[in-house]
């Protein structure tokens, strides 16, 4: 069984759009891409590390057409990234030129592929195919980059019809220009009480 893995740059509101440049996805008229830009330091640069340790990728359609369009070319900024599996969700590609890429079509495919042997596989950006995977609770773990910033508007993390969950806090940190870096593990059905006073 391998588990999937998200890793997300996300605002205090929640919004994942454009993390890494102005260009990066401008859709709905979102004018803050790169709002990360300000907050990387040292910490920052090693947990990143860290987290582009080779695995497979699980990448909604835009993400995908982004990094096939950037990655190919700077494999040395992200070793391993051209030999690693990429699975794609998508319902209208089907073949790319960027190596080791595999397409999938439905949420039995990815069943399917959490189901086999493997390397855990890694989900960068996607966020509407995240919506998807957490509608059908197939996320095990978040690995969340969380900047000291609201934006307002933009494509979120969370959205409606996400399946209630409980995740569990494994791992965090909070560097030097106010990021916290948080990782969860899936942590079974939401609990619910009365609070004493």
Known sequence: MRKIIVLEFITLDGVMQAPGGPEEDTSGGFKYGGWTAPYGDEDFGKALEKQMKPADLLLGRKTFEIFASYWPTRATEWPGINDVTKYVMSGTMKKADWENS??????????????????????????????????????DELCLKIFPVTLGNGKKLFGEGIMPAAFTLTESLITSTGVIIANYKRAGEVKTGTVSA
Do not use: N
């Open 102 to 139: 595999v397409f999938l079509e439905s949420v039995a495919d990815i069943e399917k592929l959490k189901s086999s042997e493997g390397s855990d596989l890694q989900v960068w950006g996607s966020g509407e195919f995240v919506h998807t995977l957490l509608e059908h609770d197939l996320v």
